[in-house]
């Protein structure tokens, strides 16, 4: 199986700020890598799919980038509703492995 | 409008079977696969599986295979996960999730209010 690594596990910044999340897979994924928010309580929400293609009504300053192996999900200029827990996911033809999330405080 | 509806929360006892569905509507429901996500207390997502509303074709998680079986009735327009023996460990939410497009391998951009299930004696 492809594991997804996630960095960092817990990110602390300020409204306004950029942060950038990483997401390494043990092996080539080639840009089949997605990005999902999810806030306490609530069902994950998809951000980004294919590595960089924003979901339709998700805010432009989410944006993706990457491939291979290596992945980076940007928050520009972070708000106060950006305040949740992210997490990249590889699809594939026999699965969906998830990250272990990455936890973004505000 | 796309919807999926899952089943209530489940309260079950070790070793007793579990059967939860994931309910769809709002597109033409034989065109697409079901995921499964699991999520335990305060723990990340895990995928589980994938079933295809078309011809029940599955792929699960090495993690879940034999642990879980995945269905679907297509004359409900429902999925289903169920359990034959549930243990203390499979206390969960458990979403279902429909991929952006008909293949299986496709983020999921619809998803289920999830069922929460919990075993305990």
């Known amino acids: 199986d492809i594991q997804m690594t996630q960095s960092p596990s817990t990110l602390s910044a300020s409204v306004g700020d950029r942060v950038t999340i990483t997401c390494r897979a043990s092996?080539?994924?080639?840009?089949?890598l997605a990005w999902y928010q999810q806030k306490p309580g609530k069902v994950p929400n998809l951000l980004i799919y294919?590595?960089?293609y924003l979901e339709s009504g998700v805010p432009s300053r989410f944006s993706g980038s990457g491939s291979g192996t290596e992945f980076t999900l940007t928050i520009n200029s972070l708000q106060p509703d950006d305040s949740a827990t992210y997490y990249c996911?590889?699809?594939?033809?026999?699965?969906?492995?998830f990250g272990q999330g990455t936890k973004v405080e505000i | 409008e796309v919807h999926l509806v899952q089943s209530g929360a489940e309260v079950k006892k070790p070793g007793e079977s579990l059967k939860i569905s994931c309910q769809v509507s709002?597109?033409?429901?034989?065109?697409?696969?079901i995921g499964w996500v699991r999520q335990m207390p305060g723990k990340g997502l895990e995928w589980v599986g994938i079933?295809?509303?078309?011809?029940?074709?599955?792929r699960y998680s090495l993690s879940f295979q034999g642990q879980v079986t995945m269905s679907v009735d297509k004359s409900i327009s429902t999925a289903y996960l169920q359990w034959s023996s549930l243990k203390a460990s499979d206390t969960a939410i458990y979403y279902c999730?429909?991929?952006?497009?008909?293949?299986?391998?496709?983020?999921?951009?619809?998803w289920g209010q999830g069922t929460m299930v919990t075993v305990s004696s």
């Open positions: 999730a429909r991929p952006r497009g008909v293949t299986n391998y496709d983020a999921y951009n619809m």
């Open positions: 709002g597109y033409s429901f034989t065109n697409y696969w």
């Open positions: 079933i295809s509303l078309r011809d029940s074709d599955t």
């Open positions: 092996q080539n994924i080639y840009v089949w």
């Open positions: 294919k590595t960089s």
């Open positions: 996911q590889h699809y594939h033809n026999n699965g969906g492995t």
